[in-house]
């Protein structure tokens, strides 16, 4: 267990469908991360924040998501209508800026989305 | 897309036996990171080497660089079947105060008993 907690750890929705995952991450961690894993591949970057400033968004991050830290804690990432490409696992990371130069991610297990 | 691809995609090797997974990444970096990860669960921090380190060691693991290259190996040592996992290498860009991740698509690990 690395500190970093996601809800729910999965979710089966029907396209169309708007779903929300959330992140608690280690509770002094300044930076968030969210990635998106498709199976058989390597985690792709679609968002960071630090503290409630989102800072970039990948391509991968469509109209259709949001991303949000509104109090520099937990952050959701929402999904509006749904599409069967969304299907993946979405993982949330988060480490301490400042703290060395090499900023150390701390993965949460996931949150594995099911499009119908 | 992946900045990095790793090599084997697949492994199979027998308990006790070394096994070697190799990386190579497009672009200048600040460092490199191996994680692990098992099936369908979230990724496990192993190691960070820096672009001026040519190799790390960490327990049964040994990592190296060469930045010339552009390539990176794990070697993990007296393998066990608890190793079993997905192994990826992620980079850091140089001059990318984001320090956000780009991994490879990883190497598919099974030690045998």
């Known amino acids: 267990d690395t500190g970093v907690s996601q809800d729910p750890r999965h979710k089966i929705t029907k396209r169309g469908q708007n779903v929300t995952f959330r992140c608690d991450p280690i509770s002094e961690h300044n930076r968030l991360y969210w990635y998106r894993q498709t199976l058989g591949q390597g985690p792709e970057f679609l968002t960071y924040f630090q503290n409630e400033a989102q800072l970039e968004k990948s391509r991968l991050l469509s109209d259709r998501f949001s991303a949000e830290r509104p109090k520099g804690s937990f952050s959701t990432l929402e999904i509006q209508r749904t599409e069967q490409g969304d299907s993946a696992m979405y993982l949330c990371a988060s480490s301490l800026i400042g703290v060395g130069p090499y900023n150390e991610q701390f993965f949460g297990p996931g949150t594995r989305l099911t499009v119908l | 897309s992946q900045q990095g691809e790793e090599d084997p995609q697949a492994l199979s090797i027998q308990e006790g036996e070394n096994a070697t997974m190799n990386c190579s990444y497009k672009?200048?970096?600040?460092?490199l990171q191996w994680y692990r990860q098992n099936s369908g669960r979230g990724l496990v921090h192993l190691i960070l080497i820096r672009s001026n380190e040519r190799e790390k060691h960490s327990g049964r693991l040994r990592v190296t660089l060469d930045t010339s290259k552009k390539s990176s190996s794990l070697l993990i040592t007296a393998s066990r079947a608890a190793d079993t996992a997905s192994y990826f290498c992620?980079?850091?860009?140089?001059?990318?105060?984001?320090?956000?991740?780009?991994f490879g698509s990883g190497t598919r690990l099974l030690v045998r008993p």
């Open positions: 672009t200048s970096i600040n460092n």
């Open positions: 992620a980079t850091v860009a140089r001059m990318d105060s984001s320090y956000k991740l780009i």
